[in-house]
C-alpha cells in the first residue's frame, strides 16, 4: 500500500532529550516536508526536500533539523525540545512539485507533549 | 499579514445546503491554489486544485480563483454532513520547490 509513514504516532518527553520522528514514503516520492499544526495557526511548514541532499527552510525551521540521505526517509530531529514544540507534527510527500495538481499526500501525524 | 488567511469559522449550514469557504493570499505572484480537506482526527487530503482565473467545477466541489483580488474560494453543493471537516486553503511557493503555504484552516458544520 502506499502510504507515508511517521513514527512515532504519540511521544510524551521532557525539555532538552533529544528526539527524532521518522517519516518514510514507498512511493518513490521526491518532494517531501514537514509541517507542524497548532490551533488557530493552521499548519505551517518547518523544512522541505526536493530530493536527496536537498533541503530548505519553511516558515518556522527554528529548534528542528532535517536530513534526507536517502529519498524514501527524511527524519525531523529536535535537538534540545522545549515545551513551545509541543504540537501534532504531519510529514508529507509528492512526486511532482507539490504545486503541481497532485499536491501532498500526508502521513497520520506524531503528537508530540514537551514538559 | 498572513500570507494566507482564513475565517475559521466555525461555518454551519443546513444539509442540502450550499457552503461556502473563502480565502485570501498576499503573494501577488502566488501561481497555485488548493484546497484540502481534514476531517477531526485525520490528516490533510487534496480535494482541489486551481490555477487559472475562473471557476473549476469537480463533483460537487467547485473551485473559485481572482487573481486580480487575491481571493479564492471553495463551494460545496448539496453539502452533506460527511462534509463536515476543515478545509484548509494552500498557496503554492514560487519555483517547482517543495513549498505550500496553508492558511489556518475553516470548520465546516453541516447539519441534518
Known amino acids: 500500500e502506499a502510504q507515508v509513514t511517521q513514527n512515532p504516532r504519540y511521544l510524551i518527553t521532557v525539555t532538552g532529550k533529544k528526539l527524532t520522528v521518522t517519516c518514510s514514503q514507498n512511493m518513490n516520492h521526491e518532494y517531501m516536508s514537514w509541517y507542524r499544526q497548532d490551533p488557530g495557526l493552521g499548519l505551517r511548514q518547518i523544512y522541505y526536500?526536493?530530493?536527496?541532499?536537498?533541503?530548505d527552510k519553511g516558515d518556522v525551521p527554528e529548534g528542528y533539523k532535517v536530513s534526507r540521505k536517502e529519498k524514501r526517509n527524511f527524519p525531523l530531529i529536535l535537538e534540545s525540545p522545549s515545551p513551545n514544540q509541543t504540537s501534532l507534527y504531519f510529514c508529507?510527500?509528492?512526486?511532482?512539485?507539490?504545486?503541481?495538481?497532485?499536491?501532498?499526500?500526508f502521513g497520520s501525524g506524531t503528537r508530540l507533549t514537551v514538559v | 499579514q498572513k500570507e494566507v488567511e482564513q475565517n475559521s469559522g466555525p461555518l454551519s449550514v443546513p444539509e442540502g445546503a450550499i457552503a461556502s469557504l473563502n480565502c485570501t493570499y498576499s503573494?501577488?505572484?502566488?501561481?497555485?491554489f488548493f484546497w484540502y480537506r481534514q476531517y477531526s482526527g485525520k490528516s490533510p487530503e487534496l480535494i482541489m486544485s486551481?490555477?487559472?482565473?475562473g471557476d473549476k467545477e469537480d463533483g460537487r466541489f467547485t473551485a473559485q480563483l481572482n487573481k486580480a483580488s487575491q481571493y479564492v474560494s471553495l463551494l460545496i453543493r448539496d453539502s452533506q454532513p460527511s462534509d463536515s471537516a476543515t478545509y484548509l486553503c494552500a498557496v503554492g511557493g514560487p519555483g517547482n520547490t517543495g513549498k505550500l503555504i496553508f492558511g489556518q484552516g475553516t470548520t465546516l458544520q453541516v447539519k441534518p
Open positions: 508529507a510527500s509528492s512526486l511532482y512539485p507539490p504545486q503541481g495538481a497532485y499536491g501532498y499526500t
Open positions: 486551481i490555477y487559472s482565473n
Open positions: 503573494d501577488r505572484v502566488s501561481q497555485s
Open positions: 526536500s526536493m530530493n536527496v541532499e536537498a533541503t
